[in-house]
């Protein structure tokens, strides 16, 4: 064909869409992007309020992006009553079936294929089988009147943990999410034939034709019989737990029986040729999957294989290309682009200009949320890292994080692993040749299951993403400075959409979404600009501050804080035990002094997951208050100066952490962990437990301890792994305080405030005479502002 001719095609059931090619380029404008409304098509099944005007503005602003006003090759598909405002040389059409085949096999690598194409019913059947090559193009080889997707989908209506929509809507969403769900449950071998012959029902043209919903209910009843569900009832029966999974289970396996049942033939007709799958079936990745394990990965599905992606098959099957054509990212820019400026004049927001990949990925690595955004969207249900939300998947509360606070979504949803191409191998046991369109699953190596959490899903799989630097250099840079950071070079990536939505298109969803979740930041990438929540964008610079550490699981990140007595304390003790402790842990900040800092830092050089946060201010502090207020002096403190050093070093500590944030918590909790100890005998597990209960809905926990705590056994590999979001601090070897106390900043800086108040009083009036009296008067006026903690004792019995 010419390469300046026009062609523009429509397609306007569920999931709508116009595309447009000229002189070389690919427009594809989902309507569901441009109304930011799910699945809806134009003026068919779903269809929006004012279909024409869609319409019109749609293709308006497509024949916008280039030099003419007319189009001269029109193709539609299921768009009644629509008139183009534009004038148009000539009309082709092309059917349902043969669309899709046209958008697998001309995406696909493949110069010829043997493709499958089935789905939920179009104009041109259901199941169909095509081979296909770049010169003959595609042809018909055989049709089954089987539909897989109705039977697939229908059984969601009846399962408790996916959320119950009309069938309009649940055509849709459905399958996906029973998908997700059915890695829980067990396939049962003596329910298969029941399933087997529910899905032979679904035959539209044979005799077992169902055609309306008694007769559809009447089969769905059957088989809930036939399984031992009592008392079924279409309206109100909602199964739960493990017997609604195995259902899920079972029904996956029917599906991919009844697909091999059909495809097998042409499987074993064409053994060498690679297969590509088209329809809203083909996003069934597992599949999927094992159709790629069976043909040596020679599988391809397209980024745009629902009917989302028929308005661009047509066109591809009109154009027959030779070479294969890439629509992954041939979607919308952003068109709210030149607002952005003013949405920021919101002070609800913070920016900071100028982030490259090094900090982004740093930041993403402490277990930051980040919105990311970048030339053209996604065509199709998957964003791909450019509509992208994307965290570190090693922070083992992540996946709930954004199924409930970010993208509220079911529990069970799993979350996409991204990764380099050339770096698959060592994460996953993968069985394609290249996933760049997140369709095929893949087993989570055991090494890195426990390491990444929020990707392995319940059936140690990952639907997988893999990227090389041609497919998207920004991704695959953002990865590479990533991996500097990290023990592992995988990202999380889910859209950028709250449930229910489509995957964005205008900064004002993002902000949305900034300001009303988990969602730490929105970037930019070709600004270069992070947008926090006001107040946010400190987070991000402290986080840098932090930078280079090994990948940060709160299991085993310990604060200490370091203030032997003399040098030899330090040597003798202090780091033998540092050392130690190092080992066990993944991530250690020490608190020290600048003089300890200098002599420490020289014994940890080059370990990047040690850090230190440095207090100048303390023998000022100390001088100040000894030798300036009191009478007494220092001299008197000097056997006890560690002692007494300890007990002001502490809110001073307290409140530095506070202003500044340094381990980025929003939530703290203090306890002295001297308690714990060996010989107190108390029951450690469940005090922790008192304590992650208090810090469990707004961030971390902080502990404070004494050296006898520092040096027992309470934190080695066994304590740490027990415990979820724990950070201690040790300070050196005070008076046991068996209290705890915990808040936000600033109440925890009004009470450090109220516990130097109380000292400098003391010291004033020359009382401070036994520094029980002075710990005592503190949390006796403090008690009444903080909710304090006894740690009881418990029996050794009992513990
Ligand atoms: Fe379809």
Redo the contacts with the bound molecule.
């Keep these: 064909m010419s390469s300046d001719k026009l062609v523009l095609s429509a397609y306007g059931s569920h999931n709508g869409a116009v595309a447009m090619y000229y002189k070389g380029q690919y427009w594809v404008v989902e309507a569901e992007r441009w109304l930011n409304s799910k699945n809806i098509g134009i003026s068919n099944y779903m269809p929006c309020r004012n279909y024409q005007l869609v319409f019109d503005e749609i293709t308006e602003w497509l024949l916008s992006q280039t030099d003419k006003s007319h189009v001269d090759v029109y193709m539609t598909g299921y768009l009644p009553h629509i008139k183009p405002k534009f004038r148009y040389n000539e009309m082709v059409g092309v059917d349902?079936h043969s669309a899709?085949a046209a958008c697998t096999f001309y995406q696909s690598p493949y110069k010829e294929a043997l493709i499958f194409t089935f789905?939920?019913g179009?104009d041109a059947g259901y199941f169909n089988v095509y081979t296909a090559d770049r010169t003959g193009g595609i042809k018909l080889i055989d049709k089954f009147n089987q539909d897989l997707g109705f039977p697939y989908m229908i059984l969601s209506d009846y399962l408790a943990d996916i959320k119950k929509e009309s069938l309009s809507i649940g055509n849709l969403v459905y399958a996906g999410k029973l998908m997700g769900l059915c890695s829980y449950g067990t396939v049962h071998d003596e329910w298969l034939p029941f399933f087997l012959d529910f899905y032979e029902k679904f035959n539209y043209m044979g005799n077992s034709y169902i055609g309306g919903a008694e007769a559809r209910h009447e089969a769905i009843k059957t088989l809930m019989t036939q399984i031992g569900v009592e008392n079924f009832d279409f309206e109100d029966t909602r199964l739960e737990g493990q017997l609604a999974w195995d259902i899920a289970a079972t029904t996956q396996r029917a599906f991919e029986e009844f697909f091999f049942k059909f495809a097998r033939k042409y499987l074993d007709q064409y053994p060498d040729m690679p297969v590509c799958l088209a329809?809203?079936c083909a996003l069934n990745v597992l599949l999927n999957t094992r159709l790629a394990k069976e043909r040596n990965g020679k599988v391809f599905i397209p980024p745009n294989t629902?009917?989302c992606g028929?308005a661009a098959g047509q066109l591809l099957h009109y154009q027959a290309p030779e070479h294969q054509v890439d629509l992954t990212y041939s979607g919308l820019p952003i068109m709210d682009a030149n607002q952005l400026g003013y949405y920021l004049e919101d002070r609800q927001y913070a920016t900071i200009e100028n982030v490259g990949f090094e900090d982004l990925a740093t930041y993403i690595h402490q277990g930051f949320i980040v919105g990311f955004i970048q030339g053209n969207s996604e065509h199709g249900s998957r964003a791909l890292g450019n509509r992208s939300i994307i965290c570190n998947p090693g922070i083992k509360e992540m996946k709930d994080i954004l199924n409930e606070k970010v993208k509220h979504r079911e529990w069970y949803r799993p979350f996409a692993p991204l990764v380099k191409l050339e770096h698959v191998d060592k994460y996953f046991d993968f069985y394609g040749d290249d996933c760049r369109h997140m369709t095929f699953v893949a087993d989570v190596k055991e090494e890195w299951r426990e390491k990444m959490p929020a990707i392995t899903h319940q059936d140690n799989t990952g639907r997988l993403q893999t990227v090389t630097r041609w497919q998207n250099e920004a991704i695959y840079d953002l990865l590479t400075e990533f991996e500097k950071v990290s023990d592992h070079g995988v990202l999380l990536n889910t859209s950028f959409n709250d449930n229910g939505k489509p995957i964005l298109t205008r900064y004002s969803d993002a902000l949305n979404l900034l300001r009303n979740t988990k969602l730490d930041a929105v970037y930019v990438h070709e600004r270069k600009l992070m947008i926090f929540k006001n107040g946010d964008e400190r987070k991000f610079k402290k986080s840098l501050e932090v930078g280079g550490l090994s990948d940060v699981s709160l299991d085993t990140t310990v604060n200490v804080l370091v203030f032997p007595k003399d040098d030899a304390e330090l040597n003798d003790s202090f780091i033998p035990t540092l050392k130690k402790l190092v080992d066990k842990t993944e991530r250690i900040t020490i608190v020290t002094s600048v003089h300890d800092g200098k002599i420490l830092s020289n014994v940890f050089a080059g370990n990047k997951n040690v850090r230190f946060h440095l207090i100048p201010s303390t023998l000022h502090y100390q001088n100040t208050l000894i030798h300036g207020k009191t009478k007494t002096g220092f001299e008197q403190y000097d056997r006890d100066s560690t002692y007494f050093f300890s007990l002001f070093i502490r809110p001073f500590w307290v409140k530095e952490v506070m202003r500044d944030n340094v381990f980025n918590t929003k939530y703290h909790l203090f306890i002295d962990l001297s308690y714990m100890e060996e010989g107190y005998n108390y029951n450690i597990t469940r005090d922790i437990k008192v304590l992650s209960d208090f810090a469990k809905d707004d961030g971390d926990a902080v502990g404070i301890t004494g050296v006898k705590g520092f040096k027992s056994t309470v934190f080695d590999a066994a304590f740490l792994n027990k415990n979820e979001r724990w950070k201690a601090v040790v300070d050196s070897d005070i008076a046991p305080w068996p209290y705890i106390f915990y808040g936000n900043v600033e109440t925890i800086e009004w009470f450090s405030n109220h516990f130097e108040a109380m000292l400098l009083w003391w010291l004033t009036q020359d009382r401070v005479g036994k520094l029980e009296d002075y710990i005592f008067m503190s949390y006796a006026e403090s008690q009444h502002h903080y909710k304090f903690l006894e740690l009881e004792k418990v029996d050794d019995n009992e513990a």
């Design positions: 349902h899709h789905d939920g179009g329809g809203g629902s009917d028929i």
